[in-house]
């Protein structure tokens, strides 16, 4: 079990997972910044863009607390463009950790 744990561990500093989560943390700031511009004046739940960026984190993620929701049509569509793209950008992490999980496990047969 230490075995493969050290080796998960060291397998999560490959490129692909520092490429992903910067790739993932950019996504959310740019939506952020989207979410706010679009909301921002016309939604009084999202009034600073610690707002947008929470609610940005929440739908992204696939939580979607349902506290803030947006009120324009131009944040809704934006908003179901947001649960998109958090959707891909997890799908990824997901398959690259599989694989990461499956290059351990080939590695400990041989």
């Known amino acids: 079990m230490w075995t493969f744990t050290k080796s998960l561990f060291l397998s999560l500093q490959r490129p692909v997972f520092l490429y992903l989560t910067s790739v993932a943390f950019t996504l959310m700031g740019i939506c952020a910044l989207l979410v706010y511009l679009v909301e921002g004046g016309s939604n009084p739940q999202i009034a600073t863009l610690?707002?947008?960026?929470?609610y940005t984190v929440?739908?992204?993620?696939?939580?979607?607390?349902?506290?803030i929701a947006p009120m324009s049509t131009p944040g809704r569509i934006l908003s179901m463009a947001i649960m998109l793209l958090g959707t891909a950008v997890y799908v990824c992490f997901t398959g690259a950790l599989a694989a990461s999980i499956l290059e351990i496990e080939l590695s400990h047969r041989k």
């Open 58 to 67: 929440t739908i992204m993620t696939g939580v979607g607390l349902g506290d």
């Open 50 to 54: 610690l707002d947008a960026l929470y």
